[in-house]
């Protein structure tokens, strides 16, 4: 993670709870500290079970939400965060991106949808954009690989992550299809 150090940058007024659910700890801590040097009071939770807790007991006003957690869906978060706190402004950081997650984010109230790996400075700015702004166009397009595990994920998901569904859908073997989702997401 890069900006994690010495940024001018700071969150100013009102509520800055924020609550970050993440299930890789050394980035969970990372991004905690990057954030609490910003401004932030941060709250943090490991799975979407600790997340829905404390989202309910005490809503944050700003969320960072990890999209595949061990036990479960961020989204599940992002809602739970939503019904108690309309304001609150949660962005959803995930591994492996596609449309449809990034769509059904949205409409659960979340303002962002970052591809990991995010640095400190670009949720930092994803958390504090306000409503008009837009966020700059990526400076590198996904390559072809990408694009391709994209949507392999994307059928894995519809196919709610059975892989011999998956895998007929797709036309590709089974053993094929572990493989590609055993390995991390090409650049």
């Given at each position: 993670?890069?900006g994690d150090e010495?940024?001018?940058?700071?969150?100013?007024?009102?509520?800055?709870?924020?609550?970050?659910v993440e299930d890789?700890?050394?980035?969970?801590?990372?991004?905690?500290?990057?954030?609490?040097?910003?401004?932030?009071?941060?709250?943090?939770?490991?799975?979407?079970?600790?997340?829905?807790?404390?989202?309910?007991?005490?809503?944050?006003?700003?969320?960072?939400?990890?999209?595949?957690?061990?036990?479960?869906?961020?989204?599940?978060?992002?809602?739970?965060?939503r019904e108690k706190?309309?304001?609150?402004?949660?962005?959803?950081?995930?591994?492996?991106?596609?449309?449809?997650?990034?769509?059904?984010?949205?409409?659960?109230?979340?303002?962002?949808?970052?591809?990991?790996?995010?640095?400190?400075?670009?949720?930092?700015?994803?958390?504090?954009?306000?409503?008009?702004?837009?966020?700059?166009?990526?400076?590198?397009?996904?390559?072809?690989?990408?694009?391709?595990?994209?949507?392999?994920?994307?059928?894995?998901?519809?196919?709610?992550?059975?892989?011999?569904?998956?895998?007929?859908?797709?036309?590709?073997?089974?053993?094929?299809?572990?493989?590609?989702?055993?390995?991390?997401?090409?650049?």
């Amino acid at each position: 993670m890069t900006g994690d150090e010495g940024s001018a940058t700071m969150v100013t007024g009102g509520d800055t709870s924020l609550l970050i659910v993440e299930d890789d700890k050394p980035f969970l801590t990372r991004l905690a500290r990057a954030m609490e040097s910003r401004g932030f009071t941060v709250d943090t939770a490991e799975s979407v079970e600790e997340a829905v807790v404390k989202a309910r007991a005490n809503p944050p006003a700003y969320a960072v939400v990890d999209m595949r957690l061990g036990d479960g869906n961020g989204l599940d978060v992002v809602a739970a965060i939503r019904e108690k706190r309309e304001d609150a402004r949660t962005i959803i950081l995930t591994g492996y991106g596609n449309i449809a997650t990034a769509v059904t984010a949205v409409k659960l109230g979340a303002v962002d949808y970052l591809s990991k790996p995010a640095d400190a400075d670009d949720i930092f700015a994803a958390l504090t954009r306000t409503s008009g702004e837009r966020a700059a166009p990526p400076e590198n397009p996904m390559s072809a690989d990408r694009v391709r595990w994209e949507h392999i994920q994307r059928v894995y998901e519809m196919c709610e992550r059975n892989v011999s569904e998956t895998a007929r859908r797709l036309n590709m073997h089974r053993r094929t299809l572990q493989r590609i989702l055993a390995k991390r997401a090409p650049r």
